[in-house]
């Protein structure tokens, strides 16, 4: 089974940027779709950026703006890149591959270890 590795967190300062990695150990031009999510402490996990074979993005209206989903097939990996972090961008990140059913993402990937982000304000 495909695996995924993130990459790229660390603590920052409000304002400042940092770009997430998500190895996947296969192909990730057999996916439909990937994903990033996050998840907060003590908080369910949520979905903020996917796009599409095609290339196409969607992102929550919480970080439309200033995150960046984006993949590189020929390094079999999907990045992230988040701007103006704000505090409460703080949250374990996720990748996932997946599909979209109409117009909803589901993932279908077995979730990777995550990576840490902190934002201090």
């Known amino acids: 089974q495909v695996q995924l590795m993130e990459s790229g967190g660390g603590l920052v300062q409000a304002g400042e940027s940092l770009t997430l990695s998500c190895g996947v150990s296969g192909s990730i031009s057999m996916a439909n779709a990937a994903g990033w999510y996050r998840q907060p402490l003590e908080k369910e996990r949520e979905l903020v950026a996917t796009i599409t074979s095609g290339g196409r993005t969607n992102y929550a209206d919480s970080v439309k703006g200033r995150f960046s989903i984006s993949r590189d097939i020929t390094k079999n990996t999907v990045y992230l890149q988040m701007n103006s972090l704000k505090p409460e961008d703080t949250a374990v990140y996720y990748c996932?591959?997946?599909?979209?059913?109409?117009?909803?993402?589901?993932?279908?990937?077995?979730w990777g270890q995550g990576t840490q982000v902190t934002v201090s304000s």
């Open positions: 996932s591959l997946g599909n979209f059913i109409g117009s909803g993402y589901y993932p279908n990937s077995r």
